[in-house]
């Protein structure tokens, strides 16, 4: 069993309006000292295997395939043998 | 200038509808070895500020607050001088 952990971000240049969103929000709740706000997603997944070459191809495979946008977002991954 | 990271996770008890779709997407992809996906969010900001053990206590209260419903979420954050 390998468990991989995924870190989906939105690319520097492209406008993340939910972070826009929260900084604003915080701001208005008295944490004016926060900036630059930028909102991810964050994926825990097993993998049933115990081959770590293999599951990092897959992993990879994985992010470019179906869990991030990669016109518009970066991603990067960790894998816990 | 202190950089945060927050990660809010949902907790281990509480059902994650988006993790069971994303899995589901990913075996009919043919990624059968894929297990247990659990979806969270990753935020990174930057604080205006250099004192970090009051930044600490700032970043708690905002996760507290706003940033995770503590109700089905588990938080956590590291901070970078």
Avoid at 34 to 47: F, T
């Amino acid at each position: 069993m390998i468990k991989a952990t995924v870190y989906v971000t939105i690319k520097q240049s492209v406008l993340d309006p939910q972070g826009v969103a929260v900084q604003g929000a915080l701001h208005s709740m008295g944490f004016g000292e926060v900036e630059n706000v930028r909102i991810g997603k964050y994926m825990e997944l097993n993998l049933d295997t115990t081959d770590a070459a293999a599951a990092e191809e897959r992993v990879k495979a994985m992010c470019e395939k179906l869990l991030a946008n990669t016109v518009i977002e970066d991603y990067r991954y960790e894998l816990e043998v």
